[in-house]
Every structure is written in C-alpha cells, then in structure tokens.
C-alpha cells in the first residue's frame, strides 16, 4: 500500500493560519482521490473533519467550523488542510487518509501545536 | 446521535485468537458501510478491513495477510472483527467506524467508537 507523507509537527501562533500537508506517492495522482481529513486530541477517537475532492465536490464533518477547509496542490501531488483563525483548541494530531483500492491508507499524522 | 460501543478486547497471548464486535446505533446500520481502524500505543492510525453495507464489498489492510475477518448483521445492528493467529504487533486500540459509503468500501469513515485495547503478549 502506498506511502502518505505527513510532516511530523507543525506550528502556529493562535489567530494565524497553519496550512498541513499530506504528499502522494509519485505513481497516485492526488487529482483522482478524494482526500478525508482527520483531528485526533490525546486520550479521544478521530473526529472527521473534512474531504476534499475538488471545490465542486467536498464536504464537511458534522459541526466542524468552516474555518477548516481542504485543497490539493497538483504541481506537488500534496492534499492540503487549511485551518484558519488558529484556537489554542485545535492544537492536535491531524492524519489524512485516501483509498487508492478497496483498501484505505492514512498518512503517519501531523502534531499541531498551537504556540 | 450516532453511538458505536466496541467490546471483546483484552489480553490475548501470540497465536490465539480474538473476537471483537461494535454495537451500533443512532443512524440505520445497513445504510452504511462500516470499518475497523486501530492504533497501536502512540503510533499512527492504521486501517484494518472496512465492509458495504450487505458484506458484498469487503477489503484488508495488506499487512493482515488474511489473519483477520470482517463481518456485520444488519439484525442485530453489529460490526465483528475476527483476529487469529495475533501477534505482538497486533497490540494496538482498536476503532469501529461508520462509513460514509454504501455500496462499497472506499470511503473515510465519519464517526468512531472510542475503542477497545488488544494487548498480545505472552
């Protein structure tokens, strides 16, 4: 199964922008999957916040704000979350995952911590 | 409110077997595909085996290599893991998850249970 690549940590001030990024094996075009997102807090199950195929087709996890929202970066085969107006609350480990088969494949995770 | 309760963890030794099951409720069970993900202690999440919502779609993580069965009844609103020959790598939480697909498989899941720990060890 192929490899996502997440950055192990990222960081932000609160208000700013944190822009997380999940990279694609060269052989898997990112433009042909949709990419799901996911927030895990220590000691709770993953919360679904969103995926992203392209602007025309996405959608948003039950009750996530609006300032969580996806994109892909073709010239770099990478699905991006953007999370906007950062919250000392959004400090977290962040995984996408795709299904290039009848199998899913998460990336190894992005910690996020809020400064 | 979508709830989803694993039960069947425990310790196991390497070899044996293990059965887990997930009690669904909240939205109609056989509408959905439905999935089991796990994590081992302060690792990633991996994806296991997911199932379509009449068991006619069902995948494995290659890793398994055919140790692990997923199974459901719809009647009784339920997801199974079957888990034989476990080994230490095994250890791990183990999710169940409801999909956002029907018919198949390939699709993220959007609601998870809290889980339920295997510990393999002798």
């Known amino acids: 199964q192929p490899v996502l690549t997440q950055p192990p940590s990222s960081s932000a001030s609160p208000g700013e922008s944190a822009r997380l990024t999940c990279t694609l094996p060269?052989?898997?075009?990112?433009?042909?999957?949709?990419i799901y997102w996911y927030q895990q807090k220590p000691g709770s199950p993953p919360r679904f916040l969103l995926y992203?195929?392209?602007?025309?087709?996405?959608?948003?996890g039950s009750g996530v704000p609006s300032r969580f929202s996806g994109s892909k970066d073709a010239s770099a085969n990478t699905g991006i979350l953007l999370i906007s107006g950062l919250q000392s609350e959004d400090e977290a480990d962040y995984y996408c995952?795709?299904?290039?088969?009848?199998?899913?494949?998460f990336g190894g995770g992005t910690k996020l911590t809020v400064l | 409110e979508v709830q989803l309760v694993e039960s069947g963890g425990g310790l196991v030794q390497p070899g044996r077997s293990l059965r887990l099951s997930c009690s669904a409720s909240?939205?109609?069970?056989?509408?959905?595909?439905m999935h089991w993900v796990r994590q081992a202690p302060g690792k990633g999440l991996e994806w296991v085996s997911g199932?379509?919502?009449?068991?006619?779609?069902?995948g494995y993580a290659d890793s398994l290599k055919g140790r692990f069965t997923i199974s459901r009844d719809n009647a009784k609103n339920s997801l199974y893991l079957q888990m034989n020959s476990l080994r230490t790598e095994d250890t791990a939480l183990y999710y169940c998850?409801?999909?956002?697909?029907?018919?198949?498989?390939?699709?993220?899941?959007?609601?998870w249970g809290q889980g339920t720990l295997v510990t393999v060890s002798s």
């Open positions: 998850a409801k999909g956002t697909t029907v018919t198949t498989v390939a699709g993220g899941p959007d609601y």
């Open positions: 909240g939205f109609t069970f056989d509408d959905y595909a």
């Open positions: 199932i379509s919502w009449n068991s006619g779609s069902i």
């Open positions: 060269s052989d898997i075009n990112v433009g042909r999957y949709n």
């Open positions: 992203y195929y392209s602007d025309s087709d996405k959608g948003q």
């Open positions: 995952m795709i299904w290039p088969s009848n199998a899913g494949v």
